[in-house]
Structures are given as C-alpha cells and as structure tokens.
C-alpha cells in the first residue's frame, strides 16, 4: 500500500510541476503578446494582461506547494538543527503544524470568495471568477499534503544541513 501512495504522490508532484511550467509559459506568451500590442500595434490587449494576471496567480499558489515539496521554502532552522532528535522532531512537527493551521485558514476563509465568484465575471476574459478563486483552497490543499509528506520524508533526519545543488556551490 505504501509504495502505492508514493507512487501517487510521486505522480502528483511531476504534474504539478508541469502545471507550474505550463502556467509560467503562458504568462510570458500573454506578457509579451501584451508588449508587442501596445508597442507594435498602439493598443493594449487586456486579455492578455488578464491571461497573465490568472496564470501568476495560480503559478504563485501550485508553485508554492512544489517549493515544499522540494524544501526551497525560505526557513531558518539554525535553532532547531542544533537539537537532538526528539526535540527536532517535536519542532518539526511544530512548525508544520502552524503552518497547516494557516493554509487550513487560508483554505476555510476563501470559501465565501469562492461563493461569490460564481455570480462575477472576468472583465475581459468574462469567465466566471470562481475558476480564479479555486487557486486559493487548491494551493492551501497542495501545500498541506506537502507539508505532511516533508514531515513522513525528514522523520528520521528532521533538519538535514543543506547539500549544494550545483558544481558551483560545492566549490
């Protein structure tokens, strides 16, 4: 069964990161399709600027649940790395816990946007706003399955030190 669920979320992480690279090229074809229009063309296409509005938005929030996923969050674990095991594990699960809490927050409270934005309209694009919404309560999702996956994952060595990704930060 283990193997299962690791295979799902190893699925899971790989479309994810797709999405996001997907998301990331379309903004840039909207931004440039936007620059070209203004400059080239002396008007401003506002789908474009919707387009690419919409896709950093969820390019913000499925980006965040990967950055999780592969531990590139900003944190300062210099405290807690100095801990034996125990109490590393202990803040470990602490600091996940709290930031559960807040994306469960996050998720609860935008509900009533979500709500909400099935009766409103994109101004250009005119597609329901709940589409764009969604982002929120689907990246806090993503992010807390992520959040339980890092801790199962660092169980056994919860603040590792930092390994060079590069040839360049290994010299």
Avoid at 100 to 128: C, D, K, N, W
Wanted: aromatic share 8%.
């Amino acid at each position: 069964m283990i193997p299962l669920i690791e295979r799902a979320c190893l699925l899971l992480r790989h479309v994810m990161s797709a999405v996001v690279i997907v998301l990331f090229s379309v903004m840039l074809v909207a931004v440039l399709v936007q620059v070209a229009g203004r400059y080239f063309f002396g008007f401003a296409i506002s789908q474009a600027a919707e387009i690419a509005t919409f896709s950093q938005i969820w390019l913000v929030l499925l980006g965040a649940g990967v950055a999780v996923a592969r531990g590139q969050h900003v944190a300062i674990d210099v405290l807690p790395a100095m801990l034996p095991l125990v109490p590393a594990r202990l803040a470990l699960l602490l600091i996940a816990l709290t930031s559960g809490v807040f994306l469960v927050v996050l998720a609860y409270g935008s509900l009533p946007l979500l709500r909400m934005g099935e009766f409103q309209t994109s101004p250009a694009l005119r597609i329901p706003m709940k589409y764009m919404y969604a982002c929120l309560p689907v990246g806090a999702a993503y992010m807390i399955l992520e959040l339980i996956l890092s801790v199962a994952q660092r169980w056994n060595d919860p603040f590792p030190p930092p390994t060079p990704e590069t040839e360049e930060e290994a010299v």
